[in-house]
């Protein structure tokens, strides 16, 4: 079985995680480091792949979850012009934090607060996937599970106080399972990947159209330990 390159050490050690009770065969296949168990507790996020290396919790697109870190810290890796690179941080308070890099220059990071994020989620889906029926299918894309249906365009956006997000129109809405982390993550590499931005004002100028103003920070994006 050909394992996949973790985003988080750079080795390639993503092996498939199986859900439930394990069988003989699973459980020899896991001691062989051919699959990770991964319980029999299930949830609406649970991630498909693992790193039998740092047992990083991958998700696709290269969305992943930091071993160790507190309360689900993600990040999101993508590959960019010239050898440059996007990377999206999300905090345990849902803080997002995202920084371009690229050979010896480094930008100052652009920090969207945690009272924005309904605000931000809203431009990303509204900006990048235009109707309900783009947002579904690209949702169904990245295996970021919802319910209900939304045909026309959606024009509210909202974030309840344990992380579900929905978005709803005239014609319908849609409420999203998957963790509002990797939600935010997943939007604001498309956006990126779609409007070809070569530099984090350029971004940041875009989200400024809406009346969104984020910060500028000098130091490094928010790690927990």
């Known amino acids: 079985m050909k394992a996949w390159k973790c985003p988080n050490c750079s080795k390639k050690a993503g092996v498939p995680v199986l859900y439930g009770l394990p069988t003989r065969g699973s459980a020899e ?7 990770v168990l991964g319980g029999c507790v299930l949830t609406d996020d649970d991630p498909p792949r693992c790193c039998t290396e740092c047992r990083a919790a991958l998700w696709h697109g290269g969305v992943f979850a930091v071993p160790g870190a507190a309360d689900d810290l993600r990040i999101g890796l ?5 050898g440059r690179r996007l990377m999206a941080e999300v905090s345990p308070d849902w803080q997002l934090t995202i920084t371009w ?12 607060s945690p009272g924005n994020v309904d605000l931000v989620l809203a431009i990303l889906a509204t900006d990048m996937l ?4 783009a947002l579904q ?16 365009p959606a024009d509210r956006c909202v974030v309840s106080s344990d992380g579900m ?4 129109g005239c014609d319908g809405d849609i409420l999203v399972h998957s963790s509002i982390e990797r939600l935010l993550l997943h939007l604001t590499k498309t956006m990126y990947r779609r409007q070809g931005y070569r530099s984090i004002a350029e971004f940041q100028g875009r989200l400024s159209v809406f ?3 984020a ?11």
């Not at 993508?78 to 010239?82: C, K, L, N």
């Not at 235009?130 to 029926?133: E, I, L």
């Not at 997000?165 to 709803?168: D, G, H, I, P, Q």
Request: proline residues 2%; hydrophobic residues 30%.
């Open 137 to 152: 299918r690209w949702l169904q894309r990245y295996g970021l599970g919802f319910v209900g249906s939304l045909e026309g």
């Open 78 to 82: 993508s590959g960019g012009r010239s």
């Open 211 to 213: 009346g969104l103003d």
């Open 130 to 133: 235009g109707s309900g029926a």
């Open 101 to 112: 890099r690229g050979g010896e220059r480094r930008e100052a990071d652009l920090v969207v």
């Open 215 to 225: 910060d500028r920070s000098d130091s490094e994006p928010l790690r927990e330990s």
């Open 165 to 168: 997000v929905s978005f709803a």
């Open 29 to 35: 296949a896991a001691e062989r480091g051919e699959l």
